[in-house]
């Protein structure tokens, strides 16, 4: 490959929560093991070198004074998406910058609804999503993801319609692909579930920042090309913090195509003067949105199939009594370790602390909704991966 996804970073004291921080109280990685980073969503790759080049031309201007945001950024954004994704006939004034995807939530949330007002979530759920709903005081409704008979994961309309009626739902959060289940949606699933928010008249807000990231075999169709009502009622946010590891430099934006949408959002957002972008954060994106992007993208994409496809097979073959349904986009694995805990008289938090203990730094499932899951982060070089399943067989699932 031309870009590298081997390389083991020592990331430890150069602000990576990911390594300095153990998401379990108390429990510490027991000496002999060292820590392998696999919780928090982001990649322990080196980023895209384009990426840093276009930070440090910018920083050879000794200034730093207050900006507009340039042509380059939105036509980056244009072409990217048209590129990727197929979208044509977007503009300037569909995009707008967002300081993150939940800033973006709260903004819409706090738009276009009223406190202790419903809203709709599909569940396993993102924990920023209900953290956020119940935050500024929303009601949280969820809709279970329910698995197939091949293990995948589907949504339950008849569930969700008897939601969005018994509550008066008029908002929801959708997410495509789905975080934590890796779920990239087809898009007859997606003409589906527009019909349904179109019939109880949903605004919908749609986190596509896992976008680039599907795996081989699977395309990420946007929800607002499915159907010109559904270009029309959604609120769409994108980001490329998590397609090149630019978490820390904040910056995410939104598509919205219809101007009451764009001009209420735009309302809400600019009254709490937080949604301003770092001029680094602008030429970040400049610098990912570039031919060489493109390219990195499909190498990183390949590199994560190939992780995927290597633990589910080993999960699925060595760990008798943990299932999964295998991801079709993001690098997550979400774990259903019910039967293994019960089996072995276990609890889930023995179970994640003997993973801790052994180095292996995964994410108790259960605050996205997950009764007894794990969430374990596949962005990693392979030989991590490898490490990891290797002492989760034999000192964690035994």
Not at 105 to 123: K, W
Request: glycine content about 8%.
């Amino acid at each position: 490959m031309k870009y590298d996804f081997t390389t083991i970073m020592d990331r430890a004291g150069h602000d990576a929560l990911a390594v300095d921080c153990i998401p379990m109280e108390g429990v510490e990685v027991k000496d002999g093991f060292t820590r392998i980073p696999m919780w928090v969503a982001d990649m322990n790759f080196p980023t895209l070198p384009t990426i840093l080049e276009a930070i440090e031309d910018r920083l050879k201007h000794p200034h730093f004074g207050y900006f507009d945001m340039s042509d380059a950024y939105y036509d980056s954004i244009i072409n990217w998406q048209k590129d990727r994704f197929g979208v044509t006939g977007l503009s300037r004034e569909d995009i707008g910058y967002e300081n993150g995807v939940l800033g973006c939530v709260s903004s819409a949330l706090q738009a276009f609804t009223a406190p202790g007002e419903a809203v709709l979530i599909q569940s396993p759920a993102y924990i920023g999503f209900t953290k956020t709903v119940e935050s500024i005081g929303r009601k949280l409704v969820l809709s279970g993801l329910v698995r197939d008979g091949d293990g995948v994961w589907r949504m339950d309309l008849e569930d969700m319609e008897r939601k969005l009626q018994d509550n008066r739902i008029h908002c929801v959060i959708f997410c495509s692909p789905h975080n934590p289940t890796g779920r990239v949606w087809e898009r007859e699933e997606l003409e589906a579930v527009m019909a349904l928010y179109k019939k109880y008249d949903c605004v919908v807000i749609s986190d596509e920042i896992w976008a680039d990231l599907t795996l081989p075999g699977h395309t990420h169709i946007p929800l607002q090309s499915v159907s010109e009502d559904a270009k029309a009622r959604t609120i769409s946010i994108y980001a490329p913090s998590k397609t090149f590891n630019l978490a820390g430099l904040i910056g995410s934006y939104h598509v919205i195509y219809t101007p009451y949408l764009r001009d209420r959002l735009a309302k809400y957002a600019s009254a709490s003067h937080y949604n301003s972008c770092n001029v680094l954060s602008m030429h970040a994106l400049i610098g990912a949105y570039k031919d060489e992007g493109r390219e990195w993208a499909d190498e990183l994409r390949m590199v994560l199939g190939e992780n995927v496809d290597y633990a589910y097979q080993f999960i699925t073959s060595h760990f008798e009594g943990v299932s999964l349904a295998k991801p079709q986009g993001t690098y997550m694995l979400f774990l259903d370790c019910e039967t293994w805990c019960k089996e072995h008289g276990k609890t889930l938090d023995e179970l994640l602390k003997a993973g801790v203990e052994a180095g292996v730094i995964w994410q108790d499932g259960r605050p996205f909704y997950g009764a007894w899951s794990i969430r374990v982060n596949l962005a990693l070089p392979k030989e991590l991966v490898e490490e990891a399943m290797g002492r989760l067989e034999k000192y964690v699932f035994v």
